[in-house]
């Protein structure tokens, strides 16, 4: 069993900063990429960061040069910093993570968060 639990959301203004954290728990061997997804209402989930286990990162254009992800590889855990926050950025953000079980497994599963509400207000 394998568990994302993330924390951070809540209400900001416009032009503040939020820190989202996700941990991976559970019957863990390795984790390769790791990232956050949102969704916002009426819309689908949309990719805004990932990051892989070197740390190489990729980020959605509407949050490039305004959102940080990082990990934590040996806590298992991703972070999301979040500056400049814009009312678009309000949604509920998704924890992401390929995860391999088992030294015997050679799959990596996609795992999911069960989502933090991030609200925006102008």
């Known amino acids: 069993q394998v568990q994302l639990v993330e924390s951070g959301g809540g209400l900001v203004q416009a032009g503040g900063s939020l820190r989202l954290s996700c941990a991976a728990s559970?019957?863990?061997?390795?984790?390769?990429?790791m990232g956050w997804y949102r969704q916002a209402p009426g819309k689908q989930r949309e990719l805004v960061a990932r990051i892989g286990s070197g740390g190489s990162a990729i980020y959605a254009d509407s949050v490039t040069g305004r959102f940080t992800i990082s990990r934590d590889n040996a806590k298992n855990t991703v972070f999301l910093q979040m500056n400049n926050v814009k009312p678009e950025d309000t949604g509920v953000y998704y924890c992401?993570?390929?995860?391999?079980?088992?030294?015997?497994?050679?799959?990596?599963?996609?795992?999911w968060g069960q989502g933090t509400l991030v609200t925006v207000s102008s």
């Open positions: 992401n993570a390929g995860i391999r079980t088992s030294m015997i497994m050679y799959t990596y599963l996609e795992h």
């Open positions: 559970g019957s863990i061997f390795s984790i390769n990429a």
